[in-house]
């Protein structure tokens, strides 16, 4: 496939918009709102300051690096606010540990679009699921780039990522933006998910899904960071993926039921509006094995929508185990995060654990659904792709007064136990990370923030991964509340 093939492909050919949207107008409004609001309004001046936080606590001896985190965080700008969760620019936050201290400083992704409509004091390009009038036509997948999902510290860089277009490169120490990351010729813009997957030999494998024309882009990243190949592999549909994982010899990727619409691209919907549900179909599962791309299996599981996936392995006879978090619909992207913009609880299925095992040779799956509304599965990184036992999530208990998540959870997958620690009925926990700091997969700590709306601050808590309910061993905050965000990565000092 030549460059003009490729360009052809992902939309960029001609003139022609990726993400045309209806118009939607959302004035910020003075009206009341929950204290859980706090975590969706964009942040003041003072909160992208350096600083030193007090301590609860001491941090563990030999805990030195960076905890970075990234998030939608200017919700608002002007007159206008976003209509979605996930329309935000992105900040990303730098918490340095060593020296028995914890240092925090925050920065926006410095994309075309930030730049831009600071400077215009409007928002001025078409989002993933908000259109102001007056929306100028996107360009390219880049000049919509919000680099607002996920920080990967990879072969001594940094890069903020989105998902449907360039990798964005941060200074690991002043987070500046340096500039888009295009790994070979012709795949500027090209869609670069925000999940990759680094392998145990430091390979990074990715994916990214090019909408309406129904195909997937595969990449091999050495553990240098120089491209060994990117494909591009044709579907039947244009399904939204927004995590996959890897095994020792193949790629496993999830295909809800939850595809673009060409009909509803032509009458100019969002992008997100652009998709519909199809809940008789299939979840489908494709396999793809990593030494051949053009070997590929597929599988068919219920219907059920999912976000993120926790961790895959593969036994030596042909089974593939993984787990996700599995909904029942697709209801919280279309309904429940545009109701969290309004400050309003929409209720719908929360997401749940799933356990699957995936017999290759004679086609059977099966999946085990948990009892717990979870989401942000974690694993020890040293297992990418292994075989592993303990599975980290956040939980929302009972007590939650917020419509998101108030817990932490542990689960022995090959033992059936779990162990939780619940924060409080006013606080939201956050994605919380592995970080290892010795041999054995539940050797090493769990970090990650949380929104405390009693006291309107942000939490950084570190807790030992195999004792979760001793609750954490140190914990530090900001004076201040931070937007909520979505994922972190650690890197070692």
């Known amino acids: 496939m030549n460059r003009r093939e490729f360009l052809q492909l992902v939309g960029l050919g001609g003139s022609g918009l990726l993400l045309p949207g209806s118009v939607t107008h959302v004035l910020a409004s003075d009206r009341a709102t929950p204290d859980w609001y706090i975590g969706f309004e964009n942040p003041r001046a003072e909160e992208l300051q350096a600083r030193t936080l007090d301590l609860d606590g001491h941090l563990p001896k030999g805990l030195e690096g960076t905890f970075y985190r990234n998030g939608p965080a200017r919700h608002e700008l002007g007159d206008q606010r976003y209509s979605h969760w996930f329309d935000g ?4 936050h730098a918490y340095h540990f060593g020296d028995g201290r914890i240092r925090h400083h925050a ?18 390009r078409p989002a993933f699921a908000t259109v102001f009038p007056d929306t100028e036509p996107a360009a390219s997948p880049d000049a919509i780039n919000t680099a607002n ?8 860089r940094l890069f903020a990522l989105w998902e449907g277009g360039s990798a964005w490169e941060l200074d690991p120490y002043t987070l500046a933006t340096s500039e888009r990351v295009t790994w070979g010729d012709g795949l500027a813009g090209a869609p670069f998910s925000a999940h990759p997957a680094v392998d145990t030999d430091g390979t990074l494998w990715n994916f990214g899904v090019v909408p309406q024309d129904g195909a997937l882009m595969l990449y091999e990243i050495a553990p240098s960071g120089s491209l060994r190949r990117a494909e591009v592999v044709s579907l039947d549909a244009s399904p939204m993926v927004h995590d996959f994982a890897i095994t020792r010899r193949h790629l496993v990727l999830l295909m809800p039921p939850f595809r673009l619409d060409p009909e509803r ?25 990593k030494s051949d791309w053009s070997r590929r299996r597929w599988f068919d599981l219920p219907a059920g929508m999912h976000f993120h996936v926790g961790n895959a392995w593969e036994d030596g006879h042909g089974v593939i185990r993984f787990d996700y978090t599995r909904y029942d619909n697709a209801d919280f992207v279309t309904q429940t995060a545009r109701g969290l913009m309004r400050g309003e609880h929409v209720a719908g299925p929360g997401g749940r654990t799933t356990l699957v095992r995936l017999d290759v040779r004679n086609g059977r799956i099966d999946q085990e659904i948990m009892p717990e509304e979870v989401e942000f599965p974690r694993v020890d990184p040293r297992r990418t792709g292994e075989r592993y036992r303990q599975l980290y ?5 009972d007590s939650a007064a917020h419509p998101l998540a108030n817990g932490l959870l542990r689960r022995d997958i090959d033992r059936g136990e779990t162990e939780r620690y619940d924060f409080g009925e006013n606080v939201i926990a956050e994605e919380h990370i592995f970080v290892p700091v010795a041999r054995g997969e539940r050797s090493g700590w769990l970090i990650g923030t949380a929104l405390d709306l009693d006291r309107r601050v942000s939490l950084i808590s570190v807790f030992r991964a195999d004792a979760l309910a001793d609750g954490p061993v140190v914990q530090a905050h900001l004076p201040y509340p931070v937007p909520l965000g979505f994922h972190g990565n650690w890197s070692g000092a």
């Open 89 to 92: 620019d992105g900040m990303v």
């Open 107 to 124: 920065r926006f992704v410095g994309t075309p679009k930030y730049l831009e409509e600071t400077c215009a004091g409007v928002f001025r």
């Open 149 to 156: 999902t996920s920080i990967l510290p990879f072969a001594d």
């Open 265 to 289: 691209v032509e009458r100019g919907t969002s992008f997100l509006d652009s998709h519909r549900w199809h809940g008789d179909d299939p979840m489908r599962v494709l396999v793809i094995d």
């Open 393 to 397: 999530t956040t939980v929302r208990t």
